[in-house]
C-alpha cells in the first residue's frame, strides 16, 4: 500500500509540484486548498503524513495544526509545516502547537522526498511489537503509545520518539546534539532549540511539577537526563 500525503497548500501551482513529486516517488498524494473544509476532509482520509502550509485563505496553519492535534483521528499524524515566514519565532511556535518539522519556502524536491521519508520510517521503525514497563510508564511500540500511571499520553510523533529515546535510554545525560541526532536524525533543518521546546512539551505532560522535573532533568551546560523511575 503506497503511504498516503496529505498537501494543505492554497498556492495551486506548489501544489501540484509537490504531488509530482510525492507522486513519482510511490507516495499517493492528496492536495487541500485549506479552505474551511480541511479538516473534515484530512479526517476522512486519514493521511500518513501532512504537509501544512502556514499562510491559508481561511484558516491558518497554525489554527488548523492545533485542530489536526485536538482531532481523535489524527493526533498523532506527523505534520511537516510548508512555511515563507523564515523567522524563528514562527519556527518555534509552529513546533509547540503540535508541528513535528518546517520547511522553509522555497525547498527542493529533493530535500522535500527526504523529510517526507525519514519521517515515515520512523512510523515504522517504532512499530516493533511489545509494551514495556518501566517503572510508572509503559511503553507501547506497537501502538505508538506511552502510559503514565495507567492514563494515556496525549503526545505527538515527535513527542512520542523522544520521549521513546527517554524512556529506552534511562540514567545517562544526552547533550541537544546528540538528542537531536538520535530522535531528529537526518533532518537538518532543526536547531538545539527545537529540542527544549519538545522536552518543555514533554515535562508540561510527565512532570507533576514541570518546573522541577523528576524524571526529564537539566543537566547544566550539557543538555538532559531520563532519571531511572523508582
Ligand atoms: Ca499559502
Not at 196 to 209: M, P
Request: aromatic share 8%; charged share 30%; glycine share 6%.
Amino acid at each position: 500500500m503506497p503511504k498516503r500525503i496529505a498537501i494543505v497548500e492554497d498556492e495551486a501551482e506548489l501544489a501540484a509540484l509537490i504531488d509530482y513529486n510525492l507522486s513519482r516517488h510511490g507516495y499517493e498524494a492528496q492536495v487541500l486548498g485549506g479552505a474551511k473544509g480541511t479538516l473534515k476532509a484530512l479526517e476522512n482520509s486519514k493521511p500518513d503524513l501532512i504537509l501544512l502550509d502556514v499562510m491559508l485563505p481561511e484558516v491558518d496553519g497554525f489554527e488548523l495544526c492545533r485542530q489536526i492535534r485536538q482531532s481523535p483521528v489524527l493526533s498523532r499524524t506527523p505534520v511537516l509545516f510548508l512555511t515563507a515566514r523564515s523567522d524563528e519565532v514562527d519556527r518555534v511556535l509552529g513546533l509547540e502547537i503540535g508541528g513535528d518539522d518546517y520547511m522553509t519556502k522555497p525547498f527542493s524536491p529533493r530535500e522535500l522526498i527526504a523529510r517526507v521519508k525519514a519521517h515515515l520510517r520512523r512510523e515504522e521503525m517504532d512499530a516493533e511489537p511489545g509494551a514495556v514497563e518501566i517503572g510508572p510508564f509503559k511503553l507501547d511500540r506497537t501502538a505508538h503509545r506511552v502510559f503514565l500511571e495507567g492514563r494515556e499520553l496525549p503526545l505527538t510523533s515527535t513527542e512520542f520518539n523522544l520521549l521513546e529515546f527517554f524512556l529506552t535510554h534511562r540514567g545517562r545525560a544526552y547533550s541537544r546534539s546528540q538528542l537531536l541526532e538520535a530522535v531528529w536524525g537526518e533532518q537538518r533543518y532543526v536547531t538545539p532549540r527545537t529540542v527544549d521546546v519538545h522536552v518543555r512539551r514533554l515535562r508540561e505532560q510527565i512532570e507533576e511539577q514541570p518546573d522541577s522535573p523528576r524524571y526529564l532533568t537539566t543537566v547544566r551546560g550539557f543538555g538532559y537526563r531520563f532519571e531511572e523511575p523508582a
